[in-house]
């Protein structure tokens, strides 16, 4: 078990700074000596505040899935309806340094399985992406209601819909920085094409 915490800034900074690397440089190079360089503090400063490097890791796993559920909540705020399935959406896009960080940390840690923390959470990806699919649901279901979307819509299909085209870009995103600027471009047209033809079958209702 890692030793008590004295500084909980001092954590965090050691836990960006693996945060950054992974997603820069992959798991296998994530070693607690580099951490320790990219933070340029000692490996016993790491290791003061982490057991090893899988302790590390699941630190790093849930600090990506607060910065992305943060990114979602400041996007949608206190809107409704369509208008918050739209910015719910936009929010975990990779548009900008940070999320294309988010997406690359994923990525690199795709297949890994975070252990659960003393609250029962793990911050893993499939954890975070059934709150986003939770909030989708919830926020279409109100777009129904109000008269957006028409009744009998198959809400399972079109969160599906959304899920695959919001991981599909950053899954890209992530893997192929050459293409970010076009792929951004691409997504931004495929994405609003898309709320505007569900705009559309409600306004035909």
């Known amino acids: 078990m890692a030793k008590k915490i004295r500084d909980p800034r001092s954590r965090q900074h050691i ?10 440089r992959g798991l296998s190079a994530t070693t607690v000596r580099a951490v ?16 090893d490097k899988a302790e590390l890791i699941n630190e790093v796993l849930r600090h990506n899935g607060k910065i992305a559920s ?13 208008d918050a399935v739209q910015r719910a959406t936009h929010g975990l896009l990779p548009v900008d340094e940070e999320m294309l960080t988010c997406w690359r940390v994923w990525l690199a840690l795709w297949s890994h399985q975070p252990d659960d923390t003393a609250d029962g959470s793990s911050g893993g990806f499939a954890e975070g992406y059934q709150v986003w699919r939770s909030l989708l649901r919830r926020h279409l279901n109100e777009a129904v209601a109000d008269g957006e979307l028409p009744d009998g819509l198959d809400l399972p299909h079109e969160i599906g819909v959304l899920a695959t085209l919001v991981i ?9 920085l050459s293409t970010r600027g076009q792929l951004h471009r691409r997504a931004r047209r495929i994405f609003n094409e898309h709320f505007a033809r569900l ?5 035909t209702v």
Not at 168 to 173: F, I, K, M, V
Not at 199 to 203: F, L, W
């Open 15 to 24: 836990v960006e700074a693996a945060w950054r690397l992974l997603a820069h």
């Open 70 to 82: 943060q990114r979602v909540a400041e996007a949608v705020g206190d809107r409704h309806g369509l």
């Open 199 to 203: 705009a559309q079958q409600g306004s």
């Open 36 to 51: 320790a360089a990219e933070a340029e503090v000692s490996t016993g400063s790491v290791t003061h505040y982490f057991e």
């Open 168 to 176: 599909g870009t950053g899954l890209l995103a992530g893997s192929d």
